[in-house]
């Protein structure tokens, strides 16, 4: 769904919070009026004292007083029960189970953050800034450094200060609707507090669980024989994704806001200044902010964050930098997922020692062989781990991993467990080396290896099960075909009766079911609803963007955001498949290897007849590129040229697609602007003789800030 505000109600001018707080009027004497103001009245009242309590720490009432008011608040919407206010603080209890979550599209997409993992990867990042924004390199750029809270991301709108929608992060483009288990969290205000409240506002931030509630939450599911939470965040999300918002309600989530982003007006210029806002609008922020000048010191308070990891009450897996100004942060903008701006400088992992007891080979969807150590289950970081990916066969040659090695595992945040190093003064003295296997363990065809890529494959295609069924796992997850209902055990027996072996069959299993004997209702598992559900869910995804289209098909090296770059820049599926290899190469973040692999998958036989198959059953759409509508460079071409004073190339031809351009290398007809700086030359001179928009550096800077 897009989002729509519901109307709303006017907000009086002044409330006095402490004056009359108890109005005399039996509720049974209220009139329908005098109800709905009085409701308005309490829902400001009990939100500002909520704040005083849980927020400042400084209640201005008695418990007595407030429990009053909250009673006579839900005794008039007992009475009035449509009258019954989206801020009311009875929704804290949680409101009715509901069937499945809404899909919300966000306004603004919720990015996700690049990883450094040591301080060169900081000092390259603030390097990478500088060279973007095209200052000299000793110049400074403050930067924040707020701790990476170890959570689930979640986003809060509200209209004239009251809370009206969350969502979850979802795949960064579109979340689910969570608003009624958001209203539970007592961190979350339903009434924004303080003045200055733009009109219309997103907030951003991280639903965590604390170590000791999580702890205590484990205890009680023990004793009453529930699974237990491997961590707190797997706890927080647990709960936070309820259908039954009153169990949600006596889950203690809380949350850290971050960031906001305003559709009316931007209050603030600094990301501090945005910190501070949050708290006045009633939100808690991480006192563990530093506003640093430099590198050095930024580094410096990561260490110190660090140190203080252990007795925080909560986990965090590294901290965040992101560049102070505002305006500096929307001219770094982002590059596929993530902004230019900001980067999570994760922790040192956390290591345990273990023994190997068998190296197994799964057989992925692109055929890859790899291998994973199955080990003697061990806490590492508060998790139980049990496997480990050796990632390929250099991998294990490189580090001689055996059967009965110990070994030291190592898990990064969210990262898969590794096998870090072999204790060889472990090693059992009858030990050999692991043999990668020649065949394919599920179909025993013979294992290939592309030159220059590590990776060794099953040569087996669609006839191997193992690549059949993760192929297809893969369409239809989340990001790609996002079919509800069909989970790895669906598609496997569909796959072992002959019903769906490839994608397109899924499309086609409709259309077929009549000839099948018997037909899928009858079959172990389904019956007619089930089967009914099934198609229904296939055939809402007969539409698809071009982006989730090629993301589908699971091509080697190409994720989603590869698959939004080729979705972006070729259009259509048909020029997607026949681009050449200098044509991709020239798209930002496409490589030499993800080219090749892009043109490979396309030579192939079987996976044109694939495409071609599929564009038949499902009617592709382009990627919608986020431009600003009247903007005047939306579908135009524009042509750098010359040196550029102000604006790094990378920057201006950032500015240039966010407005929806086309950037282009060469002067043609075609192009609709050419942007000159100092010393430009033949293409300054082809542009005069073609009589094209020429526009100096000031000129574009001018216009692009319209
Ligand atoms: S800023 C571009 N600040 O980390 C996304 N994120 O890996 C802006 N997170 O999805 C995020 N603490 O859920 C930001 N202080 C913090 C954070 C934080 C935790 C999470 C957030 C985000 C993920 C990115």
């Not at 509901?98 to 990042?125: C, T």
């Not at 043109?599 to 600003?628: H, K, M």
């Amino acid at each position: 769904m897009v989002f729509n505000p519901p109307p709303q109600t006017p907000l009086p001018m002044m409330i006095d919070m402490h004056k009359n707080l108890l109005s005399e009027i039996p509720v049974d004497a209220l009139t329908r009026e005098q109800a709905a103001v009085e409701l308005l009245q309490l829902s400001r009242v009990l939100a500002y004292h909520d704040h005083c309590y849980y927020h400042l720490a400084a209640p201005e009432i008695t418990d007595g007083m407030y429990d009053a008011l909250y009673q006579r608040n839900r005794a008039i919407e007992r009475r009035f029960p449509d009258l019954r206010r989206i801020d009311s603080p009875t929704h804290r209890v949680g409101a009715a189970p509901a069937p499945e979550f809404e899909k919300v599209k966000h306004r603004k997409p919720m990015l996700s953050l690049d990883n450094a993992f040591s301080e060169d990867d900081v000092q390259d990042f603030m390097i990478r800034i500088k060279r973007f924004l095209k200052v000299p390199e000793d110049d400074k750029i403050p930067c924040i450094v707020e701790p990476k809270i170890d959570g689930l991301s979640a986003t809060l709108h509200y209209q004239n200060g009251q809370f009206v929608l969350g969502a979850t992060r979802g795949d960064g483009q579109e979340g689910e609707n969570i608003s009624a288990n958001l209203r539970t969290l007592r961190d979350i205000p339903l009434v924004l507090q303080g003045d200055a409240v733009p009109e219309s506002l997103e907030i951003r931030g991280e639903v965590y669980m604390t170590k000791a509630d999580f702890e205590a939450l484990n205890q009680s599911r023990l004793e009453s024989g529930e699974n237990l939470f491997a961590n707190p965040r797997n706890a927080a999300a647990g709960s936070l994704r309820l259908l039954d918002p009153s169990i949600t309600a006596k889950r203690p989530l809380r949350f850290f806001a971050y960031g906001y982003e305003s559709l009316s007006n931007r209050p603030d210029q600094t990301q501090d200044s945005i910190l501070l806002s949050l708290k006045k609008w009633g939100f808690r922020v991480s006192p563990l902010v530093a506003l640093c000048n430099d590198v050095n010191t930024m580094i410096y308070h990561y260490s110190v964050i660090q140190s203080e990891r252990a007795d925080l009450p909560y986990e965090i897996d590294g901290v965040v930098y992101k560049v102070n100004d505002l305006n500096l942060q929307a001219r770094l903008g982002t590059v596929g997922r993530a902004p230019r701006h900001s980067i999570a400088h994760k922790f040192v992992a956390e290591r345990a020692e273990t023994i190997v007891d068998l190296i197994d080979i799964q057989v992925g969807r692109t055929g890859v062989l790899t291998p994973v150590a199955h080990l003697r289950p061990v806490l590492v970081g508060g998790v139980m781990v049990s496997r480990a990916s050796l990632h390929n066969d250099d991998e294990i040659r490189r580090k001689d991993i055996r059967v009965g090695d110990t070994v030291i595992v190592q898990r990064a945040g969210d990262v898969i467990p590794q096998v870090v190093d072999v204790v060889l003064s472990k090693r059992p003295v009858d030990s050999i080396p692991f043999a990668f296997p020649e065949t394919c363990p599920v179909c025993a065809s013979v294992v290939v290896q592309t030159p220059g890529i590590v990776a060794k494959r099953c040569g087996g295609g669609f006839s191997c099960m193992a690549q059949a069924v993760e192929r297809m796992r893969h369409f239809v997850s989340r990001d790609a075909f996002d079919i509800e209902g069909l989970g790895e055990r669906h598609l496997q027996s569909f796959f072992n009766w002959g019903i769906a072996r490839t994608p397109l069959d899924l499309f086609l299993m409709e259309e077929n079911n009549h000839h099948v004997i018997p037909p899928l209702e009858v079959r172990e598992g389904w019956g007619v609803k089930a089967t009914r559900n099934l198609f229904d869910a296939i055939n809402r995804r007969r539409h698809v963007t071009l982006d989730r289209f090629i993301y589908a098909l699971g091509i080697p090296q190409v994720g989603h955001v590869t698959a939004r770059v080729l979705a972006q820049h070729l259009k259509t599926i048909d020029a997607v498949m026949t681009a050449t290899l200098d044509r991709l190469c020239a798209l930002e973040g496409v490589g030499t290897i993800m080219a090749t692999e892009l043109i490979q998958f396309f030579a192939s036989f079987d996976n044109r007849v694939l495409v071609n198959g599929l564009i038949e059953q499902v009617e592709v759409e382009p990627f919608e590129t986020p431009v600003f509508e009247d903007s005047l460079f939306a579908g135009k071409t524009v042509v750098f040229t010359g040196t550029l004073e102000k604006l790094s190339r990378a920057e201006a031809k950032a500015q240039a697609e966010r407005l929806g351009a086309h950037v282009a290398s060469a002067v043609s007809r075609k192009t609709d602007y050419v942007v000159v700086g100092a010393d430009a030359g033949k293409k300054l001179k082809q542009a005069q003789e073609l009589a094209l928009t020429i526009l100096t550096e000031e000129q574009w800077i001018d216009m692009v800030s319209l």
